[in-house]
């Protein structure tokens, strides 16, 4: 079988995960090079999975005539440049959600991929998940009728670290954790016309140094009129829990589950099981899943079914929370626009 | 043991449940009349009971000197005067939530109270039930830490009668079904301060042609800074099901079950139970329970544990939640005040 | 309507729920007397719920004219004559489970039905559970085929009392707490052909002072060749825990649950909930039913669902278990006779 | 890292995954060739995974200079000579349970062990099962206090073809389903003293024209008297149930779990979840821990944790087992000894 020369662009904790999948789980791909601005770190994860090449700079890995396809999982603040300089290598490119944090810089990844016509894929995990697909396809087939209240609720086990919480480079809690429940809502629902949002910094007080909070809510309303909410958490504490609910004129979806190893413990006046400790345990198989069908995608000529623009209108619609909690306003998602200089 | 000499008005569906619990299956209380406009069913209900007397006015019930203490389940828009002449009579009395449709009613039956200084307990029956009791019971021991979000789904099977849905008669789903939500709210996080809704007619659409909603959102900032959301369906559908989650600095409690009968079919590839059909099969107990307290409060001289200012209050926040859905506007819940002609 | 005029003979703690139930739950009787050997205890009850006749002895209120039916919950040793004389008296009559634990005294019981042809009921109540009562019509609706494999798991979380643990009066852990499982195999299979059985004290050394198990299993060959497994101890500990799995050709459904209280506690890496304290609160309803069935019967002449012959004939299989369990070997369940002298 | 190079013989249902995982899936790990008896299959299979060399025969492969330790996945009856022939050439050996469907084939691998000296370990997946894991954890930390009561369902979802079912390639039910079970009871709770066993050939009537059952139950009674009960069945039918349970003096952990898909369903009156479909889902992660373990003891130079003598005495349980259900007598475990001629 053919197998993609992918080559990885950042090495943190899951651009290692990404490194050991295109290396040793996915059968269509062979990983040649992987790149980190640690470019020591890039050697050590190259020895490590067997990479002929390890790169300290991206555009490095980018010219590496080796390297057919590009991944990339770097901090959110690089996607940018490193998304143009891969598309206009005519690299077909996979990029880890969210495409930015503002969207003047997403709308330069969209033109990018315009102005090059160069494959991209945007990466939402979730609509990989064994759990989601069934419950998209039990709703093709009409098990629980028309959907008509879409619920999303993410729960962290524990805060950011300080520096990654900060605003300025995750753009908060909303695009942070909640792009993935924004990306869900668009894709059983559809376009979201207007949100409002409430949030407050109640358990974490050092969030509030930088600007973020731990705990909001967004109510959407889509294009169509049909009603949405989510709620976000950064206390979980019991766990990484993540529930989806799609109400139904004839039924409802639940996706989601929490516990993590088959077995219940029994003691006096207590049933107790384990819980999923993160997104990992979670998501697994949904992360090998979509670079698989990445890998597919391109060797096979396939569209990518996560666009650039499903990142740019997931990303709008967590700005426009952002800015609904902000206010205390009912936000027009359309009128939030890039703002450029 | 002495019993209480409790007088029943209203033989609705509910009413008859409370005629049973009266005579028979609570031992402090003995039914010693019931009254209702079709003085024909109260006849009825009197044979199946054994109650000496059957009224068709509620006045004449009120006014029965072996009558010592009034339970009041008829229609809302019938509570105000019902309520003020069970006062006037220095009779004890419990009412059905809610305490009226409008604010100005209700003050009427705040004033009555006042006046008369009778015994008043306000009917809201989940703070009876053992899952909601065991949950404050939970947090005052500390077991989830400090609460900081509270969120509540209520889902009815099926959409109420059209008359009954008139918005003129019940008030809408903001009051008919969320006043149970805001009392807990209020019950477990204190008083609200301002609401954000959104709504719509999505499935049912006759409901819209009395003015009501079968699906809404409301999400809920607390005085004191922490947050709230509760969403509330007609269509249910698969069954009755009532969740409360209080999420913590250190854990989450949940309160709510939808398996009815303790049995498991598993077929090819399903695993599968029923679920509970309506309120009274989950709220069976939580509904004796509130009586017993009723009389044990009135025997003993005890203060009500809830009282015409809960009803009040949660008559307002969803009033406030209405306006909030009607003008996506932000609602400060204290400009929600009585309107005097 | 008219009601049953019922005698209950026995006031332990299931005979004090049988006067509740009689007394103020079940609309179709009336308790018109109580008895029980120790008189003063009789006469407090009586006080409680208002039964115009207590008396210290079980002649005596066989004897009284106001009463039309018995309820026998006094000690199993006491259960022969009782019922002899009841039946005697031609009063129909319900006794709870185990008929005896002889087989000698329960012939004599069939023998005093057939000479006197009065009404007898037997007390297995959970035939009247609502899960047990499901999983029969699910059967017979074909929804997992034909059964095959009846398998039953009964836990106790305690030990019972010494003094009623003695095999000379509770007959031992297979017929004390198997009997309803036997009762339940043969309800759903049919008649046991044979046992095999294993057993041991390994948990409370103080049971083998009086010759009892804490731990036994027990294998059924059925009649017809089907076949069942019942394990019974009495360290479950951690709640009264109660399951029954039918294996059937196209299903297996399974009746049990172990939650009591609607409430889920999500701490640190845990997900909790409480247990089923005890058998009340597993089968409080199904008690209820059996006595609304047993007055219903009466009343309407209808037969008994539960018989005499179902007791002797499980009974038969805990005898045929005790022994297996002694003698290591096959025990043919027919040849377990009634010795007399 | 040092990479163990390994040959994998048996290119089954099992054994491609075994290919997968010691190609792809298990970093300490090379596969260097493969061998099955289909010299065509042997070729595709390494064609797929990259394998440098395929065999038609084993000793082919045994005798390749570049292959260090051996898996062995071939067809039960031809494990005592690859065994014999893999320890025989020093080379350390894995080997799928049951290690043969005869005691005196099991004999020769135990002494062809002894003589050479080799590294051999005995493939019981479910001890690298994490719930299995866990539950030996939660045990030695004294949870549920002194276990005392082992209980083992296990549920196939469908009955295996004839030709395998055949007891004289499978062994019957008891050594081909079972042995898994009686690894577990030993593992957790030693040596098996005696076995007593039923079984009827109830669904599947073509099972009874090769002499095989698909329903058997046995009960344990393990050397220091605690008690154990172990059902078979064939006729899962609503997917692959695996449970366990230890009942302890002071709890009880409870492994297993069904549902597949993190997804509920809920329609009118019904809340369902899907299955787990057979046993590669169920098992997947620890068919590949015991792989990894495998070859960390290998290159580790540590000892085996499941034996060849693990392996004969689950099997003699199994085959005493067989005896007891076929004679109706309970079965001294040590009375089972190979049959030489």
């Known amino acids: 079988m053919a197998r993609l020369n992918v080559g990885l662009i950042g090495l943190g904790r899951l651009g290692r995960v990404y490194a050991r999948d295109l290396s040793s789980r996915i059968a269509q791909t062979r990983l040649t090079a992987v790149a980190d601005a640690d470019a020591a770190l890039a050697g050590e994860i190259a020895a490590q999975f067997d990479v002929p090449h390890a790169y300290g700079r991206a555009e490095q890995l980018i010219g590496d005539p080796g390297v057919d396809a590009i991944v990339i999982v770097s901090p959110t603040h690089t996607h940018r440049d490193i998304v143009e300089a891969a598309l206009s290598a005519y690299k077909p490119t996979f990029c880890e959600k969210p495409p930015a944090i503002s969207l003047s810089e997403a709308a330069d990844m969209v033109a990018a991929e315009e ?7 945007m990466g939402f995990m979730r609509r990989f998940d064994p759990g ?24 962290d086990p524990f805060p950011p670290h300080l520096e990654y919480a900060n605003p300025k480079s995750s753009g908060g809690i909303f695009i942070d954790m909640g792009i993935h429940d924004f990306d869900l809502a668009r894709w059983f629902f559809g376009e979201i016309e207007s949100v409002q949002a409430i949030g407050a910094t109640l358990v974490f007080p050092e969030l509030a140094s930088v600007g973020d909070r731990d705990n909001v809510i ?3 309303t889509f294009a169509d009129g049909r009603l949405g909410v989510v709620d976000l958490t950064r206390n979980g504490v019991y766990g990484y829990d993540i529930i989806t609910e799609l109400l139904g004129t004839e039924g409802t ?10 077995i219940l413990i029994m003691t006096k006046n207590q049933v107790a099981h384990d819980t999923v400790p993160y997104f990992m345990e979670r998501f697994e198989r949904a992360y090998t899943l979509q670079l698989e069908n990445f890998a597919d995608n391109v060797l096979h000529d396939r569209p990518p079914p996560v666009t650039i623009h499903d990142g740019v209108e997931a990303l709008r619609v967590a700005i426009a929370a952002t800015r609904a909690c902000e206010t205390g306003e009912q936000i027009e998602v359309r009128t939030i626009v890039a703002e450029r200089t």
Do not use: C, D, N, W
């Open 218 to 220: 967004a109510m959407l």
């Open 132 to 155: 989601y697909a069934a419950a998209r396809r039990h709703i093709e087939e009409g098990r629980i009728g028309r959907p008509v209240v879409f619920k999303a609720t993410s729960r």
């Open 115 to 121: 102005r090059t016509g160069t494959f991209f894929q």
């Open 253 to 262: 979806i639940r996706v989601g589950y929490i516990r993590e190893t088959p």
